[in-house]
């Protein structure tokens, strides 16, 4: 698919077939959101695969419960490596690079699972104590985004964007 084609597909999926997502697909999703951009190069990021669906009933729980999480054959969580980005930039790495390096990867993530024929949403509403509790994350790893991730069961409108002279200043 063109890169332009993927950006315009893309949606926010709440609804999934209960398809599972293959391990071939699931590996080029992850080896190419790889090569996202990050500082340093560092890859300051985690991300947890998530399958099991006790696992998915505590996300979706944490989570105010949006429901998408279990309705996903497949769950990421991306969360920030502050101690990665620590060592190389600081206090400035610790709280902003990590989590700029993590929510790329989650962008890239989404616009890959479209080209591979996917459909996935962001979830950024939840109890970030408790999804580390639930992930068995670090002390130095901070959960910043949840993506339910599986083969689309609706096809939503594109909803409205606002016009670019309200996003957009020249200079």
């Given at each position: 698919?063109?890169?332009?084609d993927?950006?315009d597909?893309r ?12 391990v ?5 999703i ?11 190069n560092?890859?300051a ?8 669906q006790?696992?998915?009933e ?6 105010f ?14 969360s920030?490596d ?18 700029q390096?993590a ?7 989404q ?19 408790e999804?580390?509790r639930l ?12 993506i339910?991730?599986?083969?689309p069961a ?5 909803n ?11 200079m």
């Open positions: 698919m063109d890169f332009y993927v950006i597909r949606r926010s999926i709440r609804a999934f077939q209960e398809k599972q997502v293959d071939a697909t699931l590996k080029k992850l080896d190419t959101l790889s090569l996202a951009p990050s500082a340093g560092l890859q990021y985690k991300i947890t695969i998530v399958r099991t006790e696992l998915k505590g996300l979706m729980s944490a989570a419960d949006q429901e998408s999480i279990i309705r996903a054959p497949l769950v990421l969580v991306f920030a502050e101690k990665r980005s620590e060592v190389k930039y600081g206090e400035r790495g610790l709280e902003f690079y990590s989590l390096d929510t790329i990867a989650a962008a890239y993530c616009l890959i699972a479209a080209a591979e024929g996917l459909g996935s949403v962001w979830v950024g509403g939840f109890d970030v104590l999804v580390s992930i068995n994350a670090e002390s130095y790893e901070v959960p910043v985004a949840i339910p991730l599986g083969y609706e096809s939503p409108e594109r409205k964007r606002r016009n670019l002279k309200e996003i957009v200043r020249e």
